[in-house]
């Protein structure tokens, strides 16, 4: 940096004297850590000189006021690049944010309302499935099917009425939660897959309301050129796997931690019943249900879906009184930053109502950060969200969900967080006139 660093700035943040060489997962190494040392500490990560990062002032530097200086680096983005290529997750600098803003309007509130019926018919299917499951006492596997569910509302609502045509080639996503270089070769072929429904679509002139019609007519601000075919794949895989990835994760944990707390579950009963909506809950009604946007707040902050970022300084910093050389590699966390008892009190614990508008006033505002923040968050926060609510809506409202099985979950981590067993239970009818 061009001023001479005082001694305090030169600061280097304690942490472990043992390296992480990989025989454990990263996950709970870096837990074990936060316990010790706190809100950042210095770590050898696989080779790298690793600062982990749990507080929100410093993480509002890196993601927000000196994000430039942060690249997109790191274990987690490696993968990201062999499954997916250099799609706008792995990507940086100016190729990046040129293909943010081509993406970007395929994510509008305008466009997201269009889909609206797509996540509607699609859990209508599976909320049918639930109801006979209840009549007939059985139990269903909540994991399997809203991982099936949320992929079939991701290729539909990229693929269109191409749906099937492209459906059979991704179903090995719901089947496969391991994201290794065995998964990435047999993956990424499917980019030809969608490049033949492409060369169809122009052939026949066709274009459509879809996700994929959107990137097809995109053009560069620059030079008013498309998206070059195999970027277009490549953007396309990055949607499908991060579209299904994170929903599924999210509503997976919900329905666990809900069938733990049965009251929330009549809560959101109450709150049905007072404001009712007809056969599917329309789009501008969404922000009524303060106790459902709380529930899915709340299962955000204690599992979410993007439990790791990863950054590499470009030149030296300041994190507070910290000095980060260039170079080193940045890992923010939300999973800790979302449990930190210095932010969250009882942070272990289900408490929706903690997102009220009234308790949450005074917490720093990346105390929550599931989707990321800055100029780099999720560019599908909105569709997440809106898919996740329809989904607690339309199920919640028909149906309680019960878990026998009172042992805590085991986590396991790939690219999000995942439940390292299905959850197997059993729904059962509400009477809504009842409630």
């Given amino acids: 940096m061009a001023e001479t ?33 706190g809100d950042i500490y210095r770590a050898s990560v696989l080779g790298s000189n690793v600062y982990v990062v749990s507080n929100p002032e410093y993480c509002e530097r890196i993601l927000r006021r000196n994000w430039r200086n942060y690249t997109r680096s790191g274990q987690v983005v490696k993968r990201i690049a062999l499954l997916l290529g250099s799609g706008l997750i792995a990507s940086n600098g100016e190729f990046w944010a ?10 509008s509130k305008n466009a997201i309302g269009g889909l609206a019926g797509v996540i509607s018919n699609a859990n209508a299917e ?20 809203v991982s099936l569910m949320v992929l079939k509302i991701t290729l539909v609502s990229i693929f269109g009425e191409d749906y099937a045509t492209a459906a059979p080639h991704f179903h090995v996503l719901a089947g496969e939660s391991a994201r290794n270089l065995e998964f990435a070769q047999s993956f990424r072929p499917l980019s030809k897959i969608i490049l033949q429904i492409v060369a169809q679509r122009r052939h026949e002139g066709r274009t ?3 996700f994929l019609a959107s990137l097809m007519q995109a053009r560069s601000r620059e030079r008013g050129e498309p998206m070059p075919d195999p970027q277009l794949a490549k953007e396309v895989l990055t949607l499908v796997v991060a579209g299904h990835e994170t929903t599924a994760g999210l509503l997976n944990w919900m329905w666990y931690l809900l069938a733990r707390h049965p009251d ?3 809560r959101l009963s109450e709150e049905f019943s007072r404001l009712p909506w007809g056969e599917f809950p329309d789009m501008e009604m969404l922000p009524r249900y303060t106790c459902a946007r709380e529930v899915i707040d709340e299962s955000l902050r204690l599992y979410p879906p993007l439990w790791l970022m990863t ?11 910290f000095f980060v050389p260039a170079g080193t590699e940045i890992y923010i966390s939300p999973y800790l930053i979302q449990r930190s008892r210095d932010l969250w009190e009882e942070p272990e614990r289900f408490d ?25 968050n999720c560019i599908g ?34 690219m999000n967080l995942l439940s390292k067993h299905d959850f197997i239970m059993r729904p059962e009818p509400k009477d809504r006139t009842a409630a």
């Fill in 311 to 321: 950054r590499r300084a470009i030149q030296d910093d300041r994190l507070g009184d």
């Fill in 208 to 210: 459509g309301s879809d």
């Fill in 352 to 376: 929706p109502g903690r997102m009220s508008q009234e308790r949450e006033a005074g917490r720093p505002e990346l105390a929550m950060c599931p989707f990321g923040a800055g100029p780099r």
């Fill in 264 to 266: 929330w579950q009549a």
């Fill in 5 to 37: 660093m005082t001694a305090t700035a030169l600061r280097i943040p304690p942490g472990p004297k043992d390296k992480y060489n990989g025989t454990e997962e990263l996950f709970f190494w870096m837990n074990e850590n936060f316990a010790q040392y």
């Fill in 126 to 145: 599976l909320l049918a499935k639930w109801k006979l499951a209840a009549h007939r006492g059985e139990t269903v596997n909540v994991t399997e099917d």
């Fill in 381 to 414: 926060e909105f569709f997440a969200r809106v898919e996740t609510q329809i989904h607690l809506m339309m199920f919640a409202r028909d149906l309680w969900l019960r878990h026998d099985d009172q042992t805590p979950a085991e986590i396991t981590t790939g």
């Fill in 98 to 107: 040129n293909q943010r803003r081509m993406i970007q309007p395929a994510f």
